[in-house]
């Protein structure tokens, strides 16, 4: 078992900044690859960025108007926690993020992004408004 609370989220100006955090509790961190996903209203669930357990391997969403040069993901191994750093903000990133993590051999080490449904555990969500 494993925990994920994030944090991080709020109100910000189109072109602005964010960085969200997901602490995780419970198990070795490091056995865990690591995944931001967000969900707009009425929109379903949508991957965002992973990092594996090596800490080398990332993948960005790769969709028109991505998120891929924008967003940051990183991984502090020594404090349990996952970030995304999130540049250039747009009023289209308006979302709930959030972060979710599966057991790291569950998944290919270096790949593509995998669906939302071959992570095991999820934090509550934290919300990310950007204004126009």
């Known amino acids: 078992q494993v925990q994920l609370v994030e944090s991080g989220g709020g109100l910000v100006e189109a072109g602005g900044s964010l960085r969200l955090s997901c602490a995780a509790s419970?198990?070795?961190?490091?056995?865990?690859?690591m995944a931001w996903f967000r969900q707009a209203p009425g929109k379903e669930r949508e991957f965002v960025a992973d990092i594996r357990s090596g800490d080398i391997y990332t993948n960005y969403a790769n969709a028109a108007d991505s998120v891929k040069g924008r967003f940051t993901i990183s991984r502090d191994n020594a404090k349990n926690t996952v970030y995304l750093q999130m540049n250039s903000l747009k009023p289209e990133d308006t979302a709930v993020y959030y972060c979710a993590a599966v057991l790291a051999y569950k998944i290919p080490v270096a790949g593509p992004p995998v669906g939302a449904n071959r992570y095991d555990y999820w934090g509550q969500g934290t919300q990310v408004t950007v204004s126009s």
């Open positions: 419970g198990r070795t961190f490091t056995s865990f690859a």
